[in-house]
């Protein structure tokens, strides 16, 4: 079965830095395009970044110049590097894959992991 694996959330200052990563199984990565979204307390789930299977790429107007999607096929994974991040990223951030849509809605998911940026 397909399973997205998050990792590298955590607490970190503002104007700090992390690298969210997401290792896919049980799929043909590089025929799927791949995104992020997060969901804060309260909010709806909103999408952050998505890359094709191309590698082109699509961000939120609110992480532009701070946040970079990546993705290696070889490991089959996708990596979300932010910078200068700020208290209002708090959320969960979630992992999707998508076969056919652009941007992507998300085929699967994965289980979330949490991203706190203190004041």
């Known amino acids: 079965q397909v399973q997205l694996v998050e990792s590298g959330g955590g607490l970190v200052q503002a104007g700090g830095s992390l690298r969210l990563s997401c290792a896919a199984s049980?799929?043909?990565?590089?025929?799927?395009?791949m995104g992020w979204f997060r969901q804060a307390p309260g909010k709806d789930r909103d999408i952050v970044a998505c890359?094709?299977?191309?590698?082109?790429?699509i961000y939120a107007d609110s992480v532009k110049g701070r946040f970079a999607i990546s993705r290696d096929n070889a490991k089959n994974t996708v990596y979300l590097q932010m910078n200068s991040l700020k208290p209002e990223d708090t959320a969960v951030y979630y992992c999707?894959?998508?076969?056919?849509?652009?941007?992507?809605?998300?085929?699967?998911w994965g289980q979330g992991t949490q991203v706190t940026v203190s004041s």
């Open positions: 999707a894959a998508d076969r056919n849509r652009w941007p992507i809605s998300g085929d699967y």
């Open positions: 049980g799929l043909t990565f590089s025929s799927y395009a």
């Open positions: 890359i094709s299977f191309r590698g082109r790429t």
